[in-house]
């Protein structure tokens, strides 16, 4: 089952599209559900709106496999997406990557505020859900805002999934926080990132790897459980991220959203 409606996101006085899918059974049954916040909401369930028109089609998945969990997709703004997915303005990393500087970015902190103070409340009161097991996954920037928000608030998200994820925009400041967060009610974190992410620029190619690998490194000294994979030939296309979902669900359900 699928629903979508507008929230006003205060802060950024305006509205904002969010979808959720409920399992199947969720108006026969009697029971709340662990919930999955995903950025990029409009790629995350089906093709029809998804933008370049390829999804996650994470719909078909949960539906295929009875999934006990909802998920609610939070659609980007695309005029805005690098600004409320960065933290940061990007700094001398990126600038040293991409030899240019940039300055979007830094809006994240208000993004996720808005997530945890207004968004959850509301979902937590609309459906059934259980209060304390959430978690966030996103893909690209979507995975930068998801470490960024499991660091802020790791009392909220105490599980992570996160699909190449483009630390480079921040990643400085990024290290910085994962180094001065207490993560010790977090529970899971899993990151991947392809060998292709740019395609034929072997440079880019090994600088958004060597990116990610940093990062989990730094998570694996303080979350021993951390998982990373490195998915030979992988680019940064939703064709490709479609091929790791079977890898999502598993890994948080299994993990951190135990079924009561």
Request: net charge negative.
């Amino acid at each position: 089952m699928f629903e979508k409606f507008p929230i006003y996101m205060t802060l950024f006085k305006q509205e904002r599209q969010i979808r959720v899918y409920l399992p199947k059974n969720y108006n026969n049954e009697n029971r709340n559900y662990p919930v999955l916040y995903m950025h990029d909401g409009q790629n995350v369930f089906n093709d029809q709106e998804a933008i370049g028109g390829n999804s996650l089609k994470l719909e078909d998945y949960l539906d295929e496999h009875e999934s006990k969990v909802i998920v609610v997709g939070i659609d980007q703004n695309s005029e805005e997406r690098v600004n409320e997915y960065c933290p940061w303005v990007r700094g001398d990393y990126s600038k040293n990557i991409f030899g240019r500087e940039s300055v979007l970015g830094g809006k994240g902190k208000e993004f996720v505020d808005f997530i945890v103070n207004e968004l959850k409340p509301f979902i937590d009161n609309k459906y059934r859900t259980i209060k304390d097991q959430s978690a966030m996954a996103g893909i690209s920037l979507g995975g930068l805002i998801s470490i960024y928000a499991m660091c802020r608030y790791p009392e909220v998200f105490r599980s992570i999934a996160v699909f190449s994820s483009a630390f480079y925009w921040n990643q400085e400041e990024i290290e910085k926080l994962i180094e001065t967060s207490d993560l010790s009610m977090i529970n899971s974190v899993y990151l991947d990132c392809g060998t292709k992410e740019a395609g034929d620029d072997e440079r880019i190619n090994r600088e958004f790897l060597s990116s990610n690998k940093v990062v989990y490194e730094l998570l694996k000294e303080k979350l021993p459980s951390a998982k990373f994979v490195e998915i030979q030939d992988a680019e940064h296309n939703y064709l490709t991220f479609r091929e790791r979902v079977p890898k999502l669900l598993p890994f948080l359900t299994t993990s951190f959203l135990p079924h009561p």
